[in-house]
C-alpha cells in the first residue's frame, strides 16, 4: 500500500477524535478521544518515518506514548478527585476553577 | 496480501475510533478504544515498525486501557451519550451537534488536503527500500540504538516526565480527610529536623527538656 493510504487513515481517526473532545462531556470519554487524537499522529509520523527510512519518526512515536501515559495518569488522577470531592462528573459542570 | 492485510486493520482502526466517539457507555467506549489500538498496532507492523507496535500493544492495549478500566469501574461512568444537552429536545442540543461534527469534518478535509496535496513524490510510493536484518529499520536493536545515542536527552526527558507523572497522579487521587485539610501537626517539616526536640514544649518553659 502507498504511504498516502497510512496517512488517509491517520487523518480521519485525528478527526474523528476532535469530534469527540468537542461533542462528549463525560471527561473519561473526552481522554479516550484525546488518546485517538494522539494515536492519528502517531500514524502519520510512522508512516513518514518508513517514507524516509528514518528512524526519527518512529522515536517522536514513542515520546508520543510516554506524554499519553502520563496524560492519562494525571488525567485520571483528576477525575477520581473529582469524584472524591462528589462533584459532577461533566466538563460542562466543571468549568469553575474554584475547588 | 499486504492490502487485504492493511484494509482490514484500516477498518478496524476506523471503526474503533468511530465507537469511541458515539458508544453511550464509557466502558464501551474503553473497549472500543482497544480495538482500535490493537488494529492501529497491526498498522504500524505493515509500516516495518515492530518496537512501536510491541509497545503500542503492551503498554497502551495492556496497561494504560487497564487504568482506564479501573477508573471507569471505580466512578461508575453513568451513561451519557452526547448529552442531554446535545441530544435533548431543544433545537440547541442538535444545534451543537451538528456544530461539533462539522467543525470536525472541516478538520477532516484540511488535513487531507495538507497531507495528501503537498505533492511530495515520496507519499505515492511504498516507502524506503528495506532489507530484514538482526539490526533492520523498526526493530528493537534500530529503535535502542538511537534512543541511546542520538535522542538521549529526549529520553532521560521523558523518562523524568513519566517519574513526575507518578508522583502527580499519586497526589491528586489520595485519600484526603474528613475535615478536607491536614491537621498540622501531622505534617513534617525540615524545621522539625533542624530543631532540637521539645522545642516550643512546656518542658522547655521550665528547663527540662526531654
Not at chain 1, 506514548?65 to 466543571?94: F, K, Q, S
Not at chain 2, 492501529?40 to 507492523?45: C, D, R
Not at chain 2, 515498525?49 to 497502551?60: D, I, K, L
Not at chain 2, 540504538?145 to 538521549?152: G, I, V, W
Request: glycine share 14%.
Amino acid at each position: 500500500m502507498s504511504i498516502a493510504w497510512y496517512l488517509a487513515v491517520s487523518a480521519i481517526v485525528f478527526a474523528l477524535g476532535a469530534i469527540g473532545v468537542i461533542t462528549r462531556r463525560n471527561p473519561l470519554v473526552v481522554l479516550l478521544c484525546l488518546e485517538l487524537m494522539l494515536n492519528g499522529a502517531n500514524l502519520a509520523l510512522i508512516a513518514f518515518s518508513r517514507m524516509w527510512g528514518n528512524g526519527d519518526g518512529q522515536i517522536l512515536a514513542l515520546v508520543v506514548m510516554t506524554v499519553a501515559a502520563c496524560e492519562v495518569c494525571i488525567g485520571l488522577g483528576m477525575i477520581v478527585a473529582i469524584y472524591r470531592r462528589n462533584l459532577p462528573i461533566d466538563v460542562d459542570e466543571m468549568r469553575e476553577l474554584q475547588g | 496480501m499486504s492490502s487485504v492485510l492493511f484494509f482490514i486493520a484500516a477498518v478496524g482502526v476506523i471503526s474503533g475510533a468511530v465507537g469511541v466517539v458515539i458508544l453511550r457507555d464509557p466502558f464501551y467506549c474503553v473497549l472500543a478504544l482497544v480495538v482500535h489500538l490493537i488494529s492501529l498496532a497491526v498498522l504500524f507492523l505493515l509500516l516495518r515498525a515492530e518496537f512501536v507496535a510491541a509497545v503500542q500493544v503492551v503498554v497502551y492495549a495492556g496497561a494504560v486501557m487497564v487504568l482506564y478500566v479501573f477508573v471507569v469501574a471505580y466512578v461508575g461512568g453513568d451513561s451519557e451519550a452526547m448529552g442531554e444537552r446535545l441530544r435533548g429536545p431543544g433545537p440547541a442540543g442538535s444545534g451543537l451537534r451538528l456544530g461539533g461534527a462539522i467543525l470536525g469534518g472541516a478538520l477532516l478535509v484540511e488535513l487531507l488536503i495538507a497531507l495528501l496535496g503537498t505533492g511530495l513524490s515520496g507519499i505515492e510510493g511504498r516507502g524506503a527500500p528495506y532489507s530484514p536484518g538482526a539490526q533492520a529499520f523498526g526493530t528493537p536493536a534500530y529503535i535502542g540504538k538511537l534512543l541511546l545515542t542520538r535522542f538521549l536527552l529526549g529520553f532521560e526527558v521523558a523518562s523524568f516526565l513519566l517519574v513526575i507523572a507518578a508522583v502527580g497522579g499519586v497526589v491528586l487521587a489520595r485519600r484526603r480527610r474528613e475535615g478536607g485539610q491536614q491537621d498540622e501537626a501531622d505534617v513534617l517539616t525540615p524545621l522539625q529536623l533542624l530543631r532540637p526536640s521539645g522545642t516550643g514544649t512546656m518542658a522547655e518553659g521550665v528547663g527540662r527538656r526531654p
